[in-house]
Protein backbone atom coordinates (compact mmCIF):
# COMPACT_ATOMS: atom_id res chain seq x y z
CA UNK A 1 0.00 0.00 0.00
CA UNK A 2 1.09 3.19 -0.94
CA UNK A 3 1.79 6.01 1.94
CA UNK A 4 2.33 9.69 1.08
CA UNK A 5 2.99 11.39 4.40
CA UNK A 6 5.14 14.56 5.49
CA UNK A 7 6.19 15.60 8.52
CA UNK A 8 5.84 19.08 9.82
CA UNK A 9 7.05 20.81 13.08
CA UNK A 10 4.61 23.42 15.10
CA UNK A 11 5.80 25.64 17.90
CA UNK A 12 3.45 27.14 20.13
CA UNK A 13 5.54 29.49 22.29
CA UNK A 14 3.75 31.37 25.28
CA UNK A 15 5.05 34.69 26.92
CA UNK A 16 4.93 35.79 29.81
CA UNK A 17 4.96 39.38 31.28
CA UNK A 18 3.15 40.74 34.23
CA UNK A 19 1.26 43.23 33.15
CA UNK A 20 -0.05 41.63 30.37
CA UNK A 21 -0.77 37.82 31.56
CA UNK A 22 0.24 35.21 28.87
CA UNK A 23 0.03 35.87 25.20
CA UNK A 24 0.55 33.48 22.40
CA UNK A 25 3.42 34.20 18.94
CA UNK A 26 1.55 34.11 15.93
CA UNK A 27 2.57 34.37 11.98
CA UNK A 28 0.35 36.00 9.82
CA UNK A 29 0.42 33.74 6.21
CA UNK A 30 1.62 35.22 3.33
CA UNK A 31 0.64 32.19 0.80
CA UNK A 32 -2.34 29.97 0.29
CA UNK A 33 -3.82 27.55 1.91
CA UNK A 34 -5.32 30.54 4.32
CA UNK A 35 -3.30 33.12 2.91
CA UNK A 36 -3.56 36.44 5.29
CA UNK A 37 -4.97 34.23 8.63
CA UNK A 38 -3.20 33.92 11.57
CA UNK A 39 -0.90 30.68 12.91
CA UNK A 40 1.80 29.11 14.55
CA UNK A 41 5.14 29.13 13.05
CA UNK A 42 5.87 25.91 11.72
CA UNK A 43 6.55 24.33 8.27
CA UNK A 44 7.57 21.02 6.55
CA UNK A 45 11.00 19.32 7.80
CA UNK A 46 13.71 18.84 5.75
CA UNK A 47 15.36 15.52 5.07
CA UNK A 48 18.55 16.32 6.53
CA UNK A 49 16.96 17.60 9.69
CA UNK A 50 15.84 16.43 13.02
CA UNK A 51 12.63 17.56 14.38
CA UNK A 52 14.41 20.07 16.91
CA UNK A 53 16.49 21.63 14.10
CA UNK A 54 13.42 22.03 12.15
CA UNK A 55 11.23 23.89 14.38
CA UNK A 56 14.07 26.18 15.36
CA UNK A 57 14.64 26.96 11.98
CA UNK A 58 11.27 27.80 11.55
CA UNK A 59 11.19 29.77 14.32
CA UNK A 60 14.33 32.03 12.95
CA UNK A 61 12.84 32.26 9.41
CA UNK A 62 9.32 32.97 10.17
CA UNK A 63 9.49 34.99 13.72
CA UNK A 64 13.04 36.02 13.86
CA UNK A 65 13.76 34.56 17.15
CA UNK A 66 15.70 31.72 19.22
CA UNK A 67 14.15 30.41 22.06
CA UNK A 68 15.97 28.47 25.01
CA UNK A 69 13.19 26.23 26.06
CA UNK A 70 11.25 24.00 23.92
CA UNK A 71 9.47 20.71 24.62
CA UNK A 72 7.68 18.55 22.55
CA UNK A 73 3.97 18.49 23.12
CA UNK A 74 1.96 15.92 21.00
CA UNK A 75 1.68 14.63 17.27
CA UNK A 76 -1.29 15.85 15.28
CA UNK A 77 -1.69 13.23 12.43
CA UNK A 78 -6.03 13.64 11.67
CA UNK A 79 -6.65 13.29 8.02
CA UNK A 80 -7.53 16.87 6.17
CA UNK A 81 -6.01 18.76 8.75
CA UNK A 82 -3.98 20.72 6.16
CA UNK A 83 -5.77 20.56 2.75
CA UNK A 84 -2.86 20.74 0.42
CA UNK A 85 -1.08 16.77 1.81
CA UNK A 86 -1.29 14.32 4.20
CA UNK A 87 0.79 16.17 6.38
CA UNK A 88 1.45 14.88 10.33
CA UNK A 89 3.01 17.83 12.62
CA UNK A 90 5.06 17.07 15.60
CA UNK A 91 4.45 20.14 18.03
CA UNK A 92 6.50 22.27 20.45
CA UNK A 93 5.79 24.38 23.28
CA UNK A 94 7.76 27.00 24.81
CA UNK A 95 7.47 30.10 27.64
CA UNK A 96 9.83 32.81 26.75
CA UNK A 97 9.28 36.87 28.05
CA UNK A 98 8.45 38.74 25.19
CA UNK A 99 10.73 41.77 26.12
CA UNK A 100 13.53 40.05 25.46
CA UNK A 101 13.09 39.50 22.02
CA UNK A 102 12.67 41.25 18.70
CA UNK A 103 10.24 39.96 16.20
CA UNK A 104 10.96 39.90 12.48
CA UNK A 105 8.58 38.55 9.87
CA UNK A 106 10.88 37.08 7.22
CA UNK A 107 10.14 34.17 4.67
CA UNK A 108 6.36 32.49 4.09
CA UNK A 109 5.71 35.24 7.08
CA UNK A 110 3.70 37.87 6.11
CA UNK A 111 3.87 39.30 9.77
CA UNK A 112 4.55 38.10 13.33
CA UNK A 113 3.10 39.22 16.68
CA UNK A 114 2.25 38.67 20.28
CA UNK A 115 -1.13 37.88 20.99
CA UNK A 116 -3.09 37.77 24.30
CA UNK A 117 -4.52 34.80 25.39
CA UNK A 118 -8.06 36.52 25.79
CA UNK A 119 -7.96 38.30 22.42
CA UNK A 120 -6.40 35.72 19.67
CA UNK A 121 -8.05 35.67 15.89
CA UNK A 122 -9.34 33.01 14.67
CA UNK A 123 -6.31 30.45 13.52
CA UNK A 124 -5.08 28.67 10.18
CA UNK A 125 -5.29 24.94 9.96
CA UNK A 126 -5.93 22.91 13.66
CA UNK A 127 -4.05 25.71 15.20
CA UNK A 128 -6.31 26.54 17.56
CA UNK A 129 -6.51 22.81 18.79
CA UNK A 130 -2.72 22.69 19.35
CA UNK A 131 -2.40 25.73 21.12
CA UNK A 132 -5.26 24.58 23.58
CA UNK A 133 -3.46 21.54 24.19
CA UNK A 134 -0.45 22.98 24.63
CA UNK A 135 -1.58 25.56 27.55
CA UNK A 136 -3.12 22.81 29.05
CA UNK A 137 0.47 20.66 29.25
CA UNK A 138 1.66 24.03 30.35
CA UNK A 139 -0.62 24.49 33.17
CA UNK A 140 -0.42 20.62 34.00
CA UNK A 141 3.52 21.15 34.11
CA UNK A 142 3.88 23.87 36.28
CA UNK A 143 2.37 22.42 38.81
CA UNK A 144 4.95 20.04 39.71
CA UNK A 145 7.82 21.67 38.31
CA UNK A 146 9.36 24.76 38.49
CA UNK A 147 9.89 25.91 34.57
CA UNK A 148 8.46 29.24 35.10
CA UNK A 149 11.45 30.75 37.81
CA UNK A 150 13.05 31.75 33.81
CA UNK A 151 10.66 33.98 33.51
CA UNK A 152 11.36 36.56 36.31
CA UNK A 153 14.17 38.41 36.89
CA UNK A 154 17.19 37.04 38.50
CA UNK A 155 16.53 38.67 41.64
CA UNK A 156 13.00 39.15 42.69
CA UNK A 157 9.99 39.64 45.63
CA UNK A 158 8.17 36.76 46.31
CA UNK A 159 5.02 38.30 45.18
CA UNK A 160 6.72 38.30 41.95
CA UNK A 161 6.59 34.74 41.89
CA UNK A 162 2.84 34.25 43.02
CA UNK A 163 1.86 36.71 40.36
CA UNK A 164 3.36 34.48 37.63
CA UNK A 165 1.77 31.38 39.23
CA UNK A 166 -1.79 32.84 39.49
CA UNK A 167 -1.57 34.29 35.68
CA UNK A 168 -0.16 30.87 34.12
CA UNK A 169 -2.31 29.00 36.15
CA UNK A 170 -5.52 30.98 36.45
CA UNK A 171 -6.20 30.66 39.59
CA UNK A 172 -6.02 32.13 42.98
CA UNK A 173 -3.06 30.57 45.09
CA UNK A 174 -3.71 30.60 49.04
CA UNK A 175 -0.18 32.75 49.21
CA UNK A 176 0.43 31.56 52.64
CA UNK A 177 0.50 27.96 51.75
CA UNK A 178 2.00 28.84 48.78
CA UNK A 179 4.85 30.48 50.03
CA UNK A 180 4.97 27.95 52.96
CA UNK A 181 5.44 25.20 49.74
CA UNK A 182 8.34 26.50 47.55
CA UNK A 183 10.51 27.27 50.44
CA UNK A 184 9.87 24.37 52.15
CA UNK A 185 11.86 22.30 49.12
CA UNK A 186 15.05 24.56 49.57
CA UNK A 187 15.97 25.85 46.29
CA UNK A 188 14.76 29.33 46.29
CA UNK A 189 17.35 32.00 47.82
CA UNK A 190 16.12 34.25 50.33
CA UNK A 191 18.55 37.23 49.58
CA UNK A 192 19.23 40.20 52.70
CA UNK A 193 18.45 42.95 49.69
CA UNK A 194 15.48 44.66 49.67
CA UNK A 195 13.07 46.59 47.06
CA UNK A 196 11.24 49.40 47.60
CA UNK A 197 7.62 48.30 46.06
CA UNK A 198 5.05 50.85 44.26
CA UNK A 199 3.13 50.28 47.75
CA UNK A 200 3.63 49.33 51.00
CA UNK A 201 6.90 48.25 53.17
CA UNK A 202 9.68 47.12 51.04
CA UNK A 203 10.63 43.68 50.42
CA UNK A 204 13.33 40.61 50.51
CA UNK A 205 14.69 39.90 46.97
CA UNK A 206 14.90 35.91 46.14
CA UNK A 207 16.87 33.95 43.70
CA UNK A 208 16.15 30.71 41.97
CA UNK A 209 19.50 27.93 43.16
CA UNK A 210 19.12 25.87 39.98
CA UNK A 211 22.13 23.56 41.35
CA UNK A 212 19.67 23.14 44.38
CA UNK A 213 16.78 22.57 42.62
CA UNK A 214 19.14 19.92 39.98
CA UNK A 215 20.25 17.94 43.03
CA UNK A 216 16.83 17.80 44.40
CA UNK A 217 15.66 16.15 41.19
CA UNK A 218 18.33 14.19 40.83
CA UNK A 219 17.18 12.57 44.01
CA UNK A 220 14.22 12.22 42.58
CA UNK A 221 12.06 15.10 44.76
CA UNK A 222 8.23 15.13 44.53
CA UNK A 223 7.55 19.00 43.58
CA UNK A 224 3.98 19.18 43.64
CA UNK A 225 2.90 23.12 44.98
CA UNK A 226 -0.71 21.84 45.46
CA UNK A 227 -0.15 18.82 47.14
Partial sequence: ????IKVSVDAVVFGYDPEQGIS???????????????????????????LEQAVRRELKE?????VNYLEQLY?????????????VSIAYVGLVRPKDYQLSA?????????????K???????HKTIMDAALKRLRGKLAYEPIGFELLDKKFPFSDL????????DRDLDRRNFKKKIMSYGFLEEL???????????????????KKYFELKENGYNFDIFY
Fill in 120 to 126: TPKLAFD
Fill in 106 to 118: QTDAEDVAWFSLR
Fill in 24 to 50: VLLIKRKYEPFQGMWALPGGLVLNEES
Fill in 75 to 87: SFGQPGRDPRNRV
Fill in 62 to 66: EAGID
Fill in 192 to 210: DEMVQKKSGRPAHLYQFHK
Fill in 162 to 169: EKLYQILL
Fill in 1 to 4: MKQD
